[in-house]
């Protein structure tokens, strides 16, 4: 079938197309396209062929803009401005297009005084079984087009049925499409009677108001008949019966609606409205292109023809008419067979109630997957020209993954999960709480309209003369901004930023030191506001701050934390300089996009209007109009937990350029307490070193984050030839980061949705907490903690464990216990190095080499981490995830202890609270664990404990 009318014949004198008005049919196009409108085409179909009216859908739109490159310069316009999502430009490039052939329509629609020359436009295929969606849609696009001749089109659905009532008391033009069943052809006709008569109720005018049915005809032949020759195919008794019925079927029953508007327009209730001047909603067939090649090819065409009607006829349905179509008042001939027809069928049990629903169903899913194709080729094209405006998501999976990642795609674009996501649906994960957590998918638009606040925030920094910026807080209110500082550095002119999230003395005091305490602004922050660091840290500076400066130093405090917080009546009370509020529907983790990184940033002179604009163009391009298959945060996550979920490849391996290297630390939050629960899970391992092929075991899945121009390191190469998936993340430039905290924070929101938990919560986090308490309050109470056997020592190290574990581990020297304790790791294992000591370059290079020498000689993944940091981080999957880890907890002596102001208790006491906290809570989740703790001075214990290691593990 040509797409495109050709314009043969067009010359013929008195088009037999044109001759349709004399039975009282007006002939509308079923197709739209922007060259055939600018080149005159349709014009000429109006002026030779009598066309009156243009109908389009979402099978239209895709096949005009989804393919080719006509739109391609208005795309290329439109982004040189704002950051239009899919949607948007598609909306933009529809719009133009009816528009376009509204203006050479009107002349018709004036000439006919508005009987004909409509243009319609469908409303989204997605929300066909949504009501309030539809309405709200219909009054948008109504007003979005802005012209008389405009029809909107809502399908007849039962949904759709109730919009189309409010649509037209409202005044606006509807057609009703996906029309099959005589039944839902009278709800829409009482619909529309029912929306004249509240408008007119209301005393406003009903005559300029114009509404078409469209009735389906072809599709249902081509169901009933493929029903026929299945039965036909398998010997039916009734064969020669059913045979009767072939291609007859649909146009019986198109005449069964023709009498029905027949009767309703006799009836005294139409007649009362026609008296106020109202039109009736005339009946329009559609889908009259024939499909079965068997039957004549103006098939729906000459059958259907009768007063008060429409025809929407496709591109080469249009020119075969025109050519060889015969006119005659076919609408209104044999009623009686149409009803033998009708009436052989049920007898016959083709279950035309039972097609015709099935019909509205697969009408409503072919749309909407016509427009996710649609909006898929947008979306690329939309990629293409933002080009390096955007960060891009490419992976290099083993076909297992690849196929199944796409096949989970199609399943994603089919049940509408993007969309759903952003609807706030929880049936996209547990059907529990996670609605209450969702408000960082709009909080980059929702900052944007609020800038100016942070914009006289960093004026006013500025202009104090402040020389350092000490921010104090735990996980999701220091990881993000410590991304920040690390990657941009200090800004010309502004502040330093340094972020402090430990409650070890040494790091305490080195921070002290590293600012001046007179020039320094203090941003304590906390979203939940009562998390033990920030105030106990608060404590201490504000104590410290205030010595120095010889008064209370409230003027150098801000605060960032949720509203009605501990932290704001502490706040409050110490007359800090400004409070700034979070949000309480996003969690610390998805925080960095709201005030939670963004103050941090404006104090420490980034430009955050631009950080929020370029960030905006990736909440677009993940946005509910960007289909699965083009969204990288759909992708990126769909990779993540199904290489997780379905081949047992949870180790999400980060590496990153090293102008970005940071961002890792704020990705393990993300990823490890978003997914790490319920035994299951993925294992962020951040900052390993890459290695040959032969010391990765098959539960890894590598994440490449490169900057710029930044080649990747040549050993990947390698792996992926071994198999290995590789994602690659590639920013054009540093000022992507925000789209990749934003890719990253959906990718995590889907990997949730593939392993079936609340990625939203942290239900083993609160467990260390609570025995850290504990332990706390008796310090506070005894002056000492509960006291502790070892069950080994060996020098200056002695070893702690549960009973469990220590039964396995035994006694013996330092090198027997540790050489027990990595023997039980095993292929798929992580080895977890949690150290409760100041992190330096010193103890995390010693950590490094600790955990790179295990990863290569026990061929395991690592991770390196530091308490009480990671507490706010990986901790959860470590306690709440798959039970995979194998634990070695460091706890030391502290040099010089700090007391907290105020408190019964020091930072290092609270230090060392919390690492028995956290191992008590990984003892009680049976998860393999042994601690060792160092006295003496930290160098040199670390030395001879990484010897013990070596030598525990050498030949392992
Ligand atoms: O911002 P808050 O409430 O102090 O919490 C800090 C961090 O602690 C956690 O609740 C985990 O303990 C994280 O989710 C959060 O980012
Ligand atoms: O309004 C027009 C309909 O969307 C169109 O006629 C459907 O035709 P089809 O069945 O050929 O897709």
Redesign the pocket.
Known sequence: MADTISNTGLDKVGSVLRDLEKHGQSPWLDFIQRSFTEDGSLKKLVEEDGLRGVTSNPAIFEKAIGKGTEYDPQIRKLLEGEGLSAGDLYEHLAIDDIRAACGVLYPVFEKTKGLDGYVSLEVSPYLAFDAHGTITEARRLWKAVGRKNLMVKIPGTEEGTGAIREAIADGININVTLLFSLDAYKAVLEAYISGLEARAARGEDISHISSVASFFVSRIDAKIDGEIDRRVAAGDKDAEALKALRGKVAIANAKAAYQYYLDVKKSPRWQALAAKGANPQRLLWASTGTKDKAYSDVLYVEELIGPETVNTIPPATFDAFRDHGKLRESLTENIEEARHVLAEAERLGLDLAGVTAKLVKDGCASFSESFDTLLGAVAEKRESVLGKRLLHVTADLPSDIRDDVAESETAWSKEGLVRRIWAKDTSVWTNGAEAGWLNWLTIVQDRLWHIEELELLARDVRSRGFSDILLL?????SLGPEVLAETFGQQEGWPKLHVLDSTDPQQVRAYEKAVDLKKTLFIV???????LE?NILFAHFWTVAGQALGKAPGDNFIAITDPDSHMQKVAEENGFWRIFYGDPKI???FSVLSNFGLVPAAVSGLDVRKFLTITNLMVESCGPSAPAHVNPGVTLGLILGHSAKCFGRDKVTILASKGIASFGAWLE?LIA?STGKKGTGLIPIDEEVLGTPDVYGKDRVFVDILLGDDVPDSRLGALREAGAPVITVRLADKNEIGQAFFVFEFATAVAGAVLGIDPFD?PD?EFS?VETRKLTNAYAETGSLPAEEPFAIDGKLSFYADEKNAGVLGGGDAVSVLKKHFSRVGAGDYVGLLAYIERNRETRDWAQDVRMELRDVLKVATAAEFGPRF??STGQAYKGGPDSGVFLQVTAADAADVPVPGHGFSFGVVKAAQARGDFEVLSARGRRALRVHIDGPLEEGLKTLATAIHKAVAGA
């Open positions: 807080g735990m996980g999701g209110s922050a906390s979203k939940s506001g009562g998390t920030p969690g610390g983790r939050q307490e942290q986090v907490k507490l706010h």
